[in-house]
């Protein structure tokens, strides 16, 4: 009797252990992809140790972190930059275009600019997320077919409004468009700019949120 009561004791623990494990075991994980992890690790890698090492009007770390969440949110692919520079801006938006399938168009006027772009892409592990165009954006913008899922422009603050312009028909609903430098009066045609972008009929408009003292804007197309 005794052993029976024992042994009966020992099925109900086993029982017990049983429906534990059950109950608190995980979900299987959805397997990682190497080759995304690994990249994650190069292109952070990079930008962390490029930190403080931009010196040719690139954007500040912050501000190159917000377009690479904005792209990621808003699942964009088709990117546009103008003002490469030697690519900061770029890596980031690289980085989400290689999580969301997308591509990077990037204009420079600049050759020397360019060319160290394309070395840092390299670097980056990014370079097959980017076509970058050594031209000069005034013409190349109208050129461009689009349609244009994001937009970021950094490039000369007096054509602000005319690339706006050039471009407002080639974004495709649930596009974002934005623009660097807008906290600041570098010239008579940002503050045009900002007027124009904030009375799009249909078009939300918006600063960014954490961006550094040079300020983002951002207008977004509805779906
Ligand atoms: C503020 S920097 C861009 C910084 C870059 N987005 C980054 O974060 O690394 C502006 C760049 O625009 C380029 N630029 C100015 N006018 C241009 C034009 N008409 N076409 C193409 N690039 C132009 C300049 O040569 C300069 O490298």
């Given amino acids: 009797m005794g052993s029976t009561r024992w042994f009966a004791g020992i099925l109900a623990a086993c029982a017990y252990v049983s429906l534990a494990v059950q109950v608190h075991a995980q979900p299987p994980r959805a397997p990682v992809s190497r080759t995304t992890a690994e990249l994650d690790r190069k ?15 690139n954007v500040p770390y912050q501000d190159g972190r917000i377009l690479h969440d904005l792209v ?26 290689a999580k969301t399938g997308g591509r990077v168009t990037t204009i420079e006027i600049d050759r020397g600019r360019h060319e160290r772009a ?31 899922d994001f937009v970021f422009q950094d490039a000369d603050k007096e054509w602000y409004l005319q690339y706006f312009r050039d471009l ?31 009375k799009r009929p249909g078009v ?17 197309w509805a779906r």
Avoid at 43 to 57: G, P, T
Avoid at 178 to 197: G, K, S, W
Wanted: aromatic letters at 10%; charged letters at 20%.
């Fill in 72 to 97: 990621v949110k808003g699942g964009h692919k088709a990117i546009l930059e103008i003002g490469t520079s030697t690519g900061h801006s770029t890596v980031w938006l690289a980085w989400a275009a």
């Fill in 43 to 57: 292109v952070q890698n990079f930008l962390d140790a490029e930190r403080d090492q931009w010196d040719y009007l």
């Fill in 118 to 148: 394309l070395a840092n892409f390299k670097r980056a592990g990014v370079a097959e997320h980017v076509d970058a165009r050594l031209a000069d954006a005034h013409d190349l913008v109208k050129l461009l077919p689009g349609p244009w």
């Fill in 168 to 198: 407002e028909a080639k974004m495709a609903p649930g596009g974002c468009y934005t623009a660097h430098n807008v906290a600041r009066p570098y010239a008579r045609q940002v503050t045009e700019f900002l007027d124009y972008a904030r």
């Fill in 204 to 220: 939300s408009f918006r600063f960014a949120e954490g961006a550094s003292a040079e300020g983002i804007s951002i207008s977004c």
